[in-house]
């Protein structure tokens, strides 16, 4: 089983940029499509964005696009999250997810991973 665990988040001025970083922690990523999520109090979890194992194939939400960057090495089993001109909307709990590779994935749908780390808060103040 795969364990994902995030890194990175904490208190960051309107403007300014976080790295998130996500680790496998047991067996690793390989195969999986990798997304981060976010969750704020009392809302849903809302996709953030995603890439595919081959990293050939990135997707974003459109409240994040133009800010956010999705990134994978393979070879350290890590996917990073760049986030820059944030916002104090962005303000949640990020999660990291797996989601085993498969034909007509939906990788914005959370019930499509089955591997979730335990989140890393990120704050923006205004």
């Known amino acids: 089983q795969v364990q994902p665990v995030e890194s990175g988040g904490g208190l960051v001025q309107a403007g300014g940029s976080l790295r998130l970083s996500c680790a496998a922690s047991?067996?690793?990523?390989?195969?999986?499509?990798m997304g981060w999520f976010r969750q704020a109090p009392g809302t849903g979890r809302e996709f953030v964005a995603a890439?595919?194992?081959?990293?050939?194939?990135?997707y974003y939400a459109d409240s994040v696009k133009g800010r956010f960057t999705i990134s994978m090495l393979n070879a350290k089993n890590t996917v990073y999250l760049q986030m820059n001109s944030l916002k104090p909307e962005d303000t949640a709990v990020y999660y990291c997810?797996?989601?085993?590779?498969?034909?007509?994935?939906?990788?914005?749908?959370?019930?499509?991973?089955?591997?979730w780390g335990q989140g890393t808060q990120v704050t923006v103040s205004s």
């Open positions: 890439i595919s194992w081959s990293g050939l194939s990135l």
């Open positions: 997810a797996a989601a085993p590779t498969k034909r007509g994935l939906n990788y914005g749908d959370p019930s499509a991973y089955n591997y």
């Open positions: 047991g067996r690793t990523f390989g195969g999986s499509a």
